[in-house]
């Protein structure tokens, strides 16, 4: 019966065991895992202390580098001293120069105009100047000054006399000057106007002679 209902083969329920073998090898493995757990601790901490210490080293090199930098005040005075003197040109550059300040009305502006013209000479060669000037801003071959206020504070010079000075030409370097009336002095008294064109002729004259 028991093959039919294929319980077979019969298995036998084995005896306990004895009561005396119950404390048989529980210390021994307890030890082990002991001692392992030991050696493992160990040598993990043994690996990570030297971890520690090399990543310490990078961070202590990079603290000299604030200390090699320079503050403005010491570079300064090299730049200065190794900066190259810069040559000032002058302000105005033409062959032939009217400087005429303080003539602004139209009366005064027609005249100039006028005289401009009357001189025949290339409009790109010749500049009217009305704004305060100096000697050493001006580079020109001919140069009529209008006033003798205004050409005493060109020239930096202190002229008295208007017949003192004009009718002639004054050499500065290369540029020949000539000093003439002023267009207001022309409109009180429009008999000067023979006198100036005198002192442009002058000019004229020095002009031919550098053109042949």
Request: some cysteine; hydrophobic content about 45%.
């Amino acid at each position: 019966m028991l093959r039919e209902l294929e319980l077979l083969p019969v298995w036998r329920v084995r005896s306990p065991a004895p009561a005396s073998l119950s404390p048989v090898t529980i210390t021994a493995p307890v030890s082990v895992v002991e001692a392992e757990v030991e050696v493992v601790i160990e040598a993990t901490t043994a690996i990570v202390e030297p971890v520690v210490e090399t990543v310490s080293e990078p961070m202590e090199m990079a603290a000299p580098i604030v200390m090699t930098q320079q503050t403005p005040s010491e570079v300064l005075p090299e730049f200065e001293a190794d900066s190259p003197a810069v040559a000032v040109e002058p302000l105005v550059q033409t062959p032939w120069l009217l400087y005429c300040p303080q003539a602004d009305d139209a009366q005064s502006q027609q005249l100039l105009q006028n005289m401009m013209r009357a001189l025949q000479l290339p409009l790109e060669e010749v500049s009217l100047y009305q704004q305060p000037l100096q000697l050493t801003q001006v580079n020109t071959r001919f140069c009529v000054l209008f006033g003798l206020a205004q050409a005493n504070q060109f020239l930096a010079t202190e002229y008295a006399q208007m017949a003192a000075v004009r009718g002639q030409i004054l050499p500065y370097g290369d540029m020949m000057v000539v000093i003439t009336h002023h267009p207001q002095a022309m409109l009180e008294n429009p008999l000067l106007k023979r006198e100036v064109w005198q002192d442009l002729c002058l000019l004229l004259a020095k002009n031919t002679d550098v053109a042949t």
